[in-house]
């Protein structure tokens, strides 16, 4: 294969890069794992899934897909395939060769670059986004056994330990990252 987007790649590419696997993170709620073995396959825009497969506990999973992750993703999409470095049934985030994933530790490093570049002085990391999903849906007061689904967690005991916050169930779940794009774009958040 030939040489692939990384996060040291072009500026404009690079941003790109690092705002769809972050975005992927937090936006699905993903592990760093599960980002990283993303194939464009997985996304499946019909029934607004991420389908993860082989996920913690080689257990496979469907996890949400938020109208603006998918716009997001489609636009990287587009330009990876118009730089002829995304292959048809290959990796979403492909790695310094085309037929890898991206490495756990290009994510994290892509993570640090991306708190750095937003003056977040705070460690953070891939799992921050996640765990920051988890959390912004509990302020939401979506109801814990849904985050635990979205999550993929197999004990709702390991989502509890995201709830600060008092729980009701919504009948509506609305990414974060939607809420987040509405409010930049001056609209009123879904949800």
């Known amino acids: 294969g030939g040489a692939c987007p990384t996060p040291k790649s072009t500026?404009?590419?690079t941003g790109n890069y690092t705002t769809n696997a972050d975005a992927s993170a937090y936006g699905a709620?993903?592990?760093v794992a599960e980002v990283a073995h993303l194939?464009?396959?997985d996304i499946d825009?019909?029934?607004m899934l991420i389908r993860v497969e082989q996920g913690k506990g080689r257990k496979d999973r469907n996890a949400m897909l938020s109208?603006?992750?998918l716009n997001l993703l489609r636009q990287w999409w587009r330009e990876g395939k118009r730089r002829g470095v995304m292959l048809p049934h290959g990796w979403l985030f492909p790695g310094r060769n085309c037929t890898d994933p991206i490495s756990a530790r290009q994510l994290h490093r892509a993570v640090h670059e991306a708190a750095e570049f937003a003056g977040i002085r705070k460690r953070v990391s891939p799992h921050t986004l996640r765990h920051s999903f988890a959390t912004h849906l509990l302020e939401q007061d979506v109801d814990i056994r849904v985050i635990q689904v979205l999550l993929g967690h197999t004990n709702i005991d390991t989502t509890?330990?995201?709830?600060k916050v008092s729980i009701r169930t919504m009948q509506a779940v609305a990414s974060p990252l939607d809420r987040?794009?509405?409010?930049?774009?001056?609209?009123?958040?879904?949800?």
């Open 180 to 191: 987040i794009i509405a409010v930049m774009e001056g609209q009123s958040p879904p949800g």
């Open 67 to 69: 109208p603006q992750l």
């Open 160 to 163: 509890a330990i995201y709830a």
């Open 29 to 31: 709620g993903l592990r």
């Open 45 to 47: 825009s019909t029934r």
């Open 39 to 41: 194939k464009v396959d």
């Open 11 to 13: 500026s404009a590419y």
